[in-house]
T-cell receptor, first 112, second 114 residues
Framework: DAKTTQPTSMDCAEGRAANLPCNHS???????VYWYRQIHSQGPQYIIH???NNETNEMASLIITEDRKSSTLILPHATLRDTAVYYC?????????????FGKGTHLIIQP | DSGVTQTPKHLITATGQRVTLRCSPR?????VYWYQQSLDQGLQFLIQ???????AKGNILERFSAQQFPDLHSELNLSSLELGDSALYFC?????????????FGQGTRLTVV
């Protein structure tokens, strides 16, 4: 799986959009970009994933650059409950049998 | 609620002992993963089972073993416990074996070895 680089921490004001960047410059054509988050010692929670098109669900939007070397997770209206560590992960589709490889992630702090 | 159930939630035991952690995956999920999260190591993948068979191994110690039963629940056995085994242990499940599918995590078992 390709390596990802994320900022260690970020702040965002409550009610504003939180934009979390992720670099994955060595991503290969069959690797998906996944985002998970972990709220203080709880189990990680799946947010969204995509291959090359932008994706949106009820939690967030995922914007992947055309060259697929970076992506941005957008939480449109951040709340205090969105304070968590956010993990960007790339992994192979189809035959990949191993688990997710979590890095250090970005600690997002939503300020009131 | 992810639908993945882990028991017990907390476990305190002494060094040298053996414990069993249990995981019930989401209904219909065939793949089960075990992860360890300690303060200094982050989330580490241990092992994966798919429909009863071991499919992948990560950083799992020889003192640790796991299995998945016919009803698809899984158990992680930790033996000869050391202080350094104190950690959160998470189980996750997914529908498929490979990528393009999300994994759902349980709330974890907090193991404290004293």
């Amino acid at each position: 799986d390709a390596k990802t680089t994320q900022p260690t921490s970020m702040d965002c004001a409550e009610g504003r959009a939180a934009n979390l960047p992720c670099n994955h410059s060595t991503i290969s054509g069959n690797e998906y970009v996944y985002w998970y988050r972990q709220i203080h010692s709880q189990g990680p929670q799946y947010i969204i994933h995509g291959l090359k098109n932008n994706e949106t669900n009820e939690m967030a939007s995922l914007i992947i650059t055309e060259d697929r070397k970076s992506s941005t997770l957008i939480l449109p209206h951040a709340t205090l409950r969105d304070t968590a560590v956010y993990y960007c992960i790339v992994r192979v589709s189809g035959g990949g049998a191993d688990g997710l490889t979590f890095g250090k992630g970005t600690h997002l702090i939503i300020q009131p | 609620d992810s639908g993945v159930t882990q028991t017990p939630k907390h476990l305190i035991t002494a060094t040298g002992q053996r414990v069993t952690l249990r995981c019930s995956p989401r209904s219909g999920d065939l793949s089960v993963y075990w992860y360890q999260q300690s303060l200094d190591q982050g989330l580490q993948f241990l092992i994966q089972y798919y429909n009863g068979e071991e499919r992948a191994k990560g950083n799992i110690l020889e003192r640790f073993s796991a299995q998945q039963f016919p009803d698809l629940h899984s158990e992680l056995n930790l033996s000869s416990l050391e202080l350094g085994d104190s950690a959160l242990y998470f189980c996750a499940s997914s529908t498929l074996m490979g990528g393009n599918t999300e994994a759902f995590f349980g709330q974890g078992t907090r193991l404290t070895v004293v």
